[in-house]
């Protein structure tokens, strides 16, 4: 908890860092606190468009990986939630 607290602090602070953007891209995974930092800076920003990069979907990955499953229930909720709320999608479906 306390390093995803400090990464959304440090990336708020990155973000919010020089004039406004029109539009801010993220790179997903990792979605915490990426989706939600990168969502209210764009709001900040006089409504600059939020644009998420879909690789992979965290809770998938956390599944591969021993995480508890209430971890994985919140993680799922979380980039579901907040990828409904972004206002474009970048997606690769063949490499």
């Given at each position: 908890?306390?390093a995803?607290?400090s990464?959304?602090?440090?990336?708020?602070?990155?973000?919010?860092?020089?004039?406004?953007?029109?539009?801010?891209?993220?790179?997903?995974?990792?979605?915490?606190?990426?989706?939600?930092?990168?969502?209210?800076?764009?709001?900040?920003?006089?409504?600059?468009?939020?644009?998420?990069?879909?690789?992979?979907?965290?809770?998938?990955?956390?599944?591969?990986?021993?995480?508890?499953?209430?971890?994985?229930?919140?993680?799922?909720?979380?980039?579901?939630?907040?990828?409904?709320?972004?206002?474009?999608?970048?997606?690769?479906?063949?490499?």
């Amino acid at each position: 908890p306390f390093a995803a607290l400090s990464r959304a602090g440090q990336l708020a602070v990155a973000l919010a860092h020089g004039p406004p953007k029109g539009a801010v891209l993220v790179q997903n995974p990792p979605s915490i606190p990426t989706l939600v930092v990168a969502r209210a800076v764009s709001w900040l920003w006089d409504g600059a468009a939020l644009v998420v990069d879909w690789h992979n979907f965290g809770y998938t990955i956390m599944k591969t990986t021993g995480a508890p499953r209430p971890a994985i229930v919140v993680a799922r909720w979380y980039e579901r939630a907040l990828g409904r709320a972004a206002d474009a999608h970048l997606c690769v479906t063949e490499a």
